[in-house]
């Protein structure tokens, strides 16, 4: 797509995901989400700045998709076939899930995994934070039959945000996940066809201030569910789902309404495209190096713990750049991250 036809407050909205992406990624040794090394202390802190940057970005990313994709589908009225749009997310998402995943465990792994069924079975999943490809595959097609079921949106839409929380968060080929975050991709794809261009200056006032009150409200609750034995399975996937769900449309409405406000002072700015254009790329390349620094070198070891995760994060976000720089200067990395 040239820089012409970019929908700018789309960039807007890529660059910002990529960029709560890597500090999550940073800063998830204190949240849990990764193991933390011997020698970093607890910093509670740093512990909330990660959750807060995770606590609506995987949901916006989808959002996004789901918003070019209605953008196609109802604007420029792109003909979408079953069959073409398995081939191109096939090429898009399932390719690079393998080949990069083949490095990730050559890096991070043993290549011997995949001669057992559950490492074979593991790898299709995606290695690391790859399974987010195969999800993404899976939400583009059960979108395209979703889109022609005849039944209003106001009727629609809340069915499937029930399909989404009751769905099973378990190794499924990205199936699983895929049925979660369906109901993102939806909402996105429902503002595109609607043309929601617009949401006044008082709604992005109360969209703020709702979503911090209702992150600090429910955000503890939900630790609480994670780390409690209390509850049967099916039980603890619903909860998990549903506790963020209040925040996470929250978070997305206001930066969407944020972007299409600024959208106007970005038309000619050009690290905004580069950010945006890069961002693929980026978030193949980052937990590559963040996974090294933090577990294979001694890094820990000689930078103070209120700086290592700021340090990891300039570092990460440097060395990814230049990373795709370098992949985008032959064409097959351009045809796998671009």
Known sequence: MGHSSRIIYIDILRSLCILLLLTYHSFAIYTGGWIKPDNVPDIPLYGWIGKLSYSFMLPMWVFISGHIWGHQVY????????????????????????????????????????????????FFCGEGHLWFLPMLFWVFVFSYFLIRIPLPEHILFPIVVIISICSWNLPSLGIGNGIYYLMFFYFGLITAKNNCMSIRLINLVVFLISFILLFIILNPILDNVWHSDRYSRPIFQILIHLIPLPYQFVGIMFFYGLALRFEKYFQDNSIITFIAGYSFGIYIAHQFILFWLYYHTSLSEHIDPMFLPWFALITTTILSVLFVNICFRFKIGRKFLS
Not at 99 to 110: C, K, R, T
């Open 75 to 122: 604007t420029t009225k792109k003909v979408i076939t079953l069959k073409g749009l398995i081939i191109k997310k096939l090429k898009k998402l399932i390719i690079p899930t393998f080949v990069f995943g083949i490095l990730y465990i050559l890096a991070f792994g043993s290549i011997l995994e995949l001669i057992k069924p559950i490492g074979l079975f593991l």
